[in-house]
């Protein structure tokens, strides 16, 4: 069984820095998509950033430059560094994975990123 594992969210002001985590387990991700999306209230979740099995990034214009998308292949984890947090990357963030071989999607329980003005 597919469980998407993920930490981090929280509370933070204006300028300031939050870390999200998020590991995979229950199936072989080695050759997949690890993403972050993000939602807020009234809109549509929309991508943030992604990283493939070799390590190319890419990222919604909104956050390039602010945010860091990495992973660890051995323990199956992505993360993504927030800098500069500004009050509208308020949203409930989604770590997302795709598998390259099927391109099944599997999804994370959401965690909430408050940023106060």
């Known amino acids: 069984q597919v469980q998407l594992v993920e930490s981090g969210g929280g509370l933070v002001q204006a300028g300031g820095s939050l870390r999200l985590s998020c590991a995979a387990s229950?199936?072989?991700?080695?050759?997949?998509?690890m993403a972050w999306y993000r939602q807020s209230p009234g809109n549509q979740r929309e991508p943030v950033a992604a990283?493939?099995?070799?390590?190319?990034?890419n990222y919604a214009d909104s956050v390039k430059g602010r945010f860091t998308i990495s992973r660890d292949y051995a323990k199956n984890t992505v993360s993504l560094q927030m800098n500069n947090l500004k009050p509208e990357d308020t949203a409930v963030y989604y770590c997302?994975?795709?598998?390259?071989?099927?391109?099944?999607?599997?999804w994370g329980q959401g965690t909430q990123v408050t940023v106060s003005s």
């Open positions: 997302n994975v795709r598998l390259v071989r099927n391109s099944v999607d599997y």
């Open positions: 229950g199936n072989d991700f080695s050759i997949s998509i």
């Open positions: 990283i493939n099995s070799g390590g190319s990034t």
